[in-house]
């Protein structure tokens, strides 16, 4: 007997439709897998045998063979054990084939007929609801996660016997409903508000413009000055994320088997936060079973890289491509995958191997060429890239112990959402553009056009500091994000002047 079942497998962040097709004939005997499937799938004869025996079920003593197509797509993962051994029963005349043709079905099978939960199950529901399928049946665990897709059922069974009683109709399995809060201001709740950080005006200033136009970040200051208790706080002046955004988020983390079980839609921006000690390949994604990395994950949030110099110069220039286009190409002998990488990049510093370069009440101990070494492990094409280098500098015991009360976060973010908004709607005909660090070179001309006094002034910036084209558009974008926050259409002399103050390491007498 012939029968097909729906499943997936992931390619990048999405999701491909999988049609398993199963066929016992009467000639020969075994289980046969065909259509490109890696080991893992190949496996997946004896998980389902032993969970048949130890589910009242009995393995036909025909030949069976299970094809997966498309057969010229490479099948990865256990997410095919139960398609295959629902598929195998349904052939077998045990499982109701109409209840099949608009069901997707995903999970792996433990040895005593368990269903355990996989990654990539919500592209997978994206993608049933595409096909015009009714359902998706996922092992419960996943249920929470496949929910928050609307317009298609997510049905959770624990078991593979409760699977099949589901699909003959002899048990009712209400679909799951997701379980996170609803994405909005309502939804964001942080431990740590600028509110507790005393002094360093100047640096969340500098946060704050960043965080209104997506714009990359690097502090230099000495130990203790308070650049990561910075940087930990950005997200709490950061927009909340749009509906369309969440579900983005949330499927790279899903495909990335971050999701725990009772999750749905991520409600807060990632902020990523990897060891110096990472790989390329942790940073970037990739690996034999390729998989999004930090860059990925931080989408649409913030990827944190603490003592930067620490980095591996190979590590580091990885970067180089995805904060240009904001997505990343995975190119191997067996695959090629995107992955979005739309993140903003804080980075903190020593300015020496000493720590206190440049430190009001500490003598450094390094000598100028040590210094112009110790900068030099960041590349100047990837110093070019970041918008803002901001120099932080020790706050006073006087500024610590002082009673004022500082602004907090809500305050900031509510300046921030005010500059995003009038963003959203400068942009509402440029298709994948949402902030001002996104705008590409014709798009800085059209949009931020400075007045003459301005033009001036970056003319002669330009001249003075030896400043690329890259550092030209920059400005320019980074200027436009504080014309939005003083809620001023034109591009002012005051506005190009503090973007060129945040341009530091392209002083020609840093580090000298």
Known sequence: MFVKT???????????EVTVEVNITGGGLGLYLVGLPDNAVKES?????????????????RKI??????????????????????????????????????????????????LRPVRGVLPMAVRAREEGLERILV???????AAVVEGIDAIGATTLREAVDFLNGGLRIDPARPAAPECGASAER???????????AHVKRALEIAAAGGHNVLMIG?????????????????????????????KIHSVAGKIGAAAGLLAQRPFRAPHHLTSQV????????????????????????????????????????????????????RYSVAYPANFTLVAAMNPCPCGYYNHPGKECTCSPATVHRYMGRISGPLLDRIDLHIEVTPVSVGEISAETEEEPSAAVRERVVRAREIQAARFRDEPGVRTNAMMNAKMVRTYCRPDAAARTLLERAMERLGLSARAYDRILKV????????????????????????RSLDRETWGR
């Open 6 to 16: 729906h499943s997936g497998t992931i390619v990048g962040i999405d999701a491909v």
């Open 45 to 61: 004869e004896q998980r389902i045998r032993a969970a048949f025996e130890n589910s009242g079920e009995r393995m036909s003593g």
């Open 65 to 114: 063979v299970v094809n997966l197509a498309p057969a010229d797509l490479r099948k990865e993962g256990a997410g095919f054990d139960l398609p295959i051994a629902v598929g195998i029963l349904a052939a077998m005349g045990r499982v109701a084939p109409d209840r099949l043709a608009g069901t997707m079905l995903v999970g792996e099978l433990s040895l005593d007929g368990t």
């Open 139 to 145: 092992p419960a665990a996943n249920a929470a996660e």
């Open 190 to 200: 942080f431990a740590e508000d600028f509110a507790d950080v005393k002094g360093q």
């Open 222 to 250: 000495a130990p203790g000055s308070g650049k990561t208790m910075l940087a930990r706080r950005l997200p709490s002046i950061l927009p909340p994320l749009t509906p369309d955004e969440a579900l983005e988020t949330t």
């Open 282 to 333: 942790a940073l970037i994604g990739g690996g034999q079973s390729p998989r999004p990395g930090e860059v990925s994950l931080a989408h649409n949030g913030i990827l944190f890289l603490d003592e930067l110099p620490e980095f591996g110069r190979n590590v580091l220039e990885v970067l180089r491509q995805p904060l240009e286009e904001k997505t990343i190409t995975v190119s191997r002998a």
């Open 479 to 502: 200027a436009r994000t504080i014309a939005d926050l003083a809620g001023s259409e034109e591009i002012g002399a005051a506005h190009i002047a503090e973007a060129i103050n945040y």
